[in-house]
């Protein structure tokens, strides 16, 4: 095989991205004019602020895309100490604040930022690191795969004392993941779900609000006007665009009946105002993301750059689908936002650099890539 270091990155994903951020300022403009001028702002707050962090996201995407790779490698333990002191500065007085009765937010200088999404990045890049080092010792649970639990467990449970569950699961499974592509042993993975999955159920009825959402999302008009109203409105905008929409702007939903129209329930005013053919087309490009994403990911020899492409296109594609798939009411609401479409600076800011890194990733790629069903080293490990 010929290795091939090419100047610029994949230019299929870069479009995609491309497309998916300016299709979602897009979109949110119209889903967040209605609600600023109900706080009293002006009409293009939501908007001008997407605007400001889609520059950062800009700048932090070339920073990854251009940094040598190497260099993550060798700062992880800075970013995973800079993450999780920023994960402790939430139940921090004055700095960390409740919002929607969880503390997952950090207000520094009259800016917000959620840590939990630059947790996602560093557990991202540590567990990369770690598996590409010991992808021989895998079989060694105690010298290997016990300090990257711990690790993982330790980020996990902070933000689940956040009270942010949906996003605490979720990071656990896509680390759950990696670990499975990994190739770690089948049967240290059903051994860790035999204590993960009754705990994770256990948390799950530990408080009324999770409950009240399970039930909500089995039977959402037993209480219309309540738990279910969300996910009524959010089928019924889903419902009211048809097959070509009421047209960009024209929605009504996000006029104040549907909650959260700017931010997690954003997909909902796709729906109503672009009708099928926007919601076709947004499912289209981030199909095609995760496509050219995990091509990239299977085209690298190198572990790490393999385990990091393949992360990262899964981190941001399986939390579009959950979004999604809440809107649409398949699965309970989860509060995870839509990449590159909510509103909300440190999701765009943390996806747009991990998508530099899938695209530094892609800039040292091989000529043929032999088959492999899950990792550069071969098949399962059992």
């Known amino acids: 095989m010929e290795r091939v270091e090419k100047k610029t990155g994949d230019f299929p994903f870069i479009l995609s991205v491309t497309l998916l951020v300016g299709f979602g300022v897009a979109v ?36 990854a895309s251009t940094t040598p790779l190497d260099l993550f490698r060798r700062t992880i333990p800075l970013i995973l100490l800079l993450s999780f002191v920023l994960l402790l500065l939430t139940f921090v007085p004055q700095v ?17 930022f959620q840590p939990s999404e630059l947790a996602k990045v560093a557990l991202l890049l540590y567990l990369s690191t770690i598996f590409a080092k010991k ?34 699961l979720f990071l656990f499974f896509l680390c759950l993941l990696l670990f499975f592509i990994a190739r770690v042993r089948i049967v240290y993975l059903f051994l860790l779900g035999s204590i993960v999955v009754p705990l994770g159920i256990i948390l799950l009825f530990s408080k009324e609000h999770r409950v009240a959402r399970i039930v909500s999302f089995l039977d959402p008009g037993k209480d219309p006007a309540g738990s279910g109203f969300q996910i009524l409105q959010a089928r019924l905008s889903l419902l009211d665009g048809g097959f070509w929409g009421k047209g960009l702007g024209m929605g009504t939903g996000k006029m104040g009946v549907l909650p959260e129209a700017h931010s997690d329930f954003i997909f909902a005013v796709v729906g109503e105002e672009l009708g ?24 690298s020899r190198d572990s ?25 009411g398949l699965v309970p609401a989860t509060g995870i936002p839509l990449p590159f479409f909510s509103s909300g600076g440190s999701s765009l800011l943390m996806s747009m650099f991990v998508c530099g890194l899938v695209v530094n990733v892609s800039r040292h790629v091989e000529r043929h890539v032999q088959d492999h069903p899950m990792a550069p080293g071969g098949g399962l490990y059992v």
């Not at 609600?35 to 605007?51: N, V």
């Not at 604040?97 to 800016?111: E, H, K, M, T």
């Not at 076709?280 to 990911?297: D, E, K, N, P, S």
């Not at 790490?304 to 649409?328: D, K, R, S």
């Open 28 to 63: 949110l403009y119209s889903a967040s004019y209605a609600h600023a001028e109900q706080l009293g702002k002006d009409p293009q707050y939501f908007f001008t602020k997407q605007i400001l962090w889609i520059g950062l996201g800009t700048v932090a995407a070339f920073i």
């Open 96 to 112: 960390g604040q409740p919002v929607l009765g969880a503390r997952r937010w950090i207000f520094l200088f009259g800016q917000s």
């Open 135 to 168: 992808e021989k010792r895998l079989d060694e649970p105690v010298n290997t795969l016990l300090p990257p639990l711990l690790v993982v467990s330790v980020f996990v449970g902070l933000i689940l004392v956040q009270n942010d569950f949906s996003t605490a």
């Open 276 to 299: 099928f053919l926007g919601v076709l087309l947004v499912l289209c490009l981030f199909i095609f993301f995760a496509y050219r994403g995990y091509m990239i990911a299977l085209q």
């Open 304 to 328: 790490f750059h393999y385990y990091l492409a393949f992360g990262g296109t899964t981190l941001i594609f399986f939390q579009a689908v959950l979004n999604m798939a809440v809107v649409a």
